[in-house]
């Protein structure tokens, strides 16, 4: 079969193949508040026709020790208080499922199983992406290190979380990017801010970004017309469904009222936002850089190929990073408790992870003779995550223990599977590189600074 045609059935099979490992390890019973709320919110609309939990006994739904995210929303009517996009992407799961409207009717798994497929969908968006740039090789590579060695297993897949979204919406921009679609990065960024409205940040970066990198005014038009539709959607939502005026972001406060609200209220210093904000990157269980070390380990890579790679990667890395400045003062960088990895920087891990995969091709020899170890060692770490909700570090405890070191506490065997991932990762590494596919041609249409606008050819 020549190879354009085998390409073809990379991404269904790619797909397909998450769709099941995703699916079997999702959260079926346990659940997290934020997950659970989002997911009651969606079976309520589903199979009760309103979104509002008037009338409702909460007490008779299955949460075990959970809470919920729900009040009194100024219209008077009870209210799932989570964002617009974490309740309206499990209705159509909970409409499939056909499950009752009595609250003994409500189960998770509806929402868990629909998460790891729109996660699944999520990888094929960027392959797509990637495959503007990169062989298919390098392509599949690399997004089965973003699904399987990060924890968009454990948390995207896992169940309604807002990242779920919002990595899902950086993932179709990414692809809007690369080939040229501005109305797919307006779209796709429209998903992504109903989830998150921050996110909001990351589009207009790109589009403005774009739009003044290439001299063409029109990107950052036909981008803003398209999420600005879903921005006005949002607070339509919010002003339905939980009074108050036009408020896109949905039942939480601005930055600007937190920051009001908050005044005053708690002794601070002046570290405390620099604390904060290196909490997202280096804490013991929360830190971005702690779970997925391969970034420190290709960053020489990132630098050296910095100015040859495609604008639009550029432009989303430093989007992404921007995004985690804002999220480091939106929300305290342990996220709450209940999850394993990091997950207030998954949009930010999303945001650079064109412009690394790109790199990763002039890796030097340390980085390339490491990259099988500490990738087998990451994917071995997210496979406990994902196969056990007992490995959970609180929130007070972010700076100074981590989950897998929990795990290994726990289990000491552990250690084993970790150094047979190791080896595993040694050896892919070797039949990678003694099958040529290191060396492996780009596109030929793939250029450092335009966009390709038609599929790959090689």
Known sequence: MPPT??????????????????????????????????????????????????????????????????????????????????????VPAYLLARTGAQPEDFVRWPGAVWAALLTAFMLTLFWRALRAHLPAAWATAAVGVLGFATPVWTINANGLWTHTLTVLGIAGMAWGAATGRWWLVGLFGGVGLWGRLHVALVVALLGLGLAIWRRKPAIALVVGAVSGTFLVLAGTWSSWMYGGGWRPQGPYASPTEYVARTAGTVESSP????????????????????WSPVLLLLLPALVRSWRDLPDWTRVLAVAGLAYSLVQGQLNEFDGGSGYYGYRLTLETAACLFPAYALAARRAGRVAAALIGPVLGVSVAAMTIGATSEGFLVLEEHAWTDNSLALALRTFPLLWLWLALMALVGHLAVRVWHDRGLDRAATPAYATAAGSATREPVS
């Open 5 to 90: 045609a085998l390409a073809r059935f990379v991404p269904p099979a790619l797909a397909g193949l998450a769709a099941v490992v995703y699916a079997a390890t999702a959260d079926r019973s346990i659940g997290m508040n934020d997950v659970t709320s989002a997911a009651v919110g969606a079976w309520r609309i589903a199979s009760g026709g309103t979104p509002w939990l008037d009338g409702v006994d909460l007490s008779a739904l299955d949460l075990k020790d959970e809470y919920l995210w729900v009040g009194e929303a100024e219209n008077g009517h009870t209210a799932v208080f989570r964002s617009p996009g974490a309740v309206a992407m499990g």
């Open 271 to 290: 570290w405390d936002g620099l604390v904060n904000q290196l909490g997202l990157w280096v804490s013991a269980d929360r830190g971005l850089l702690v």
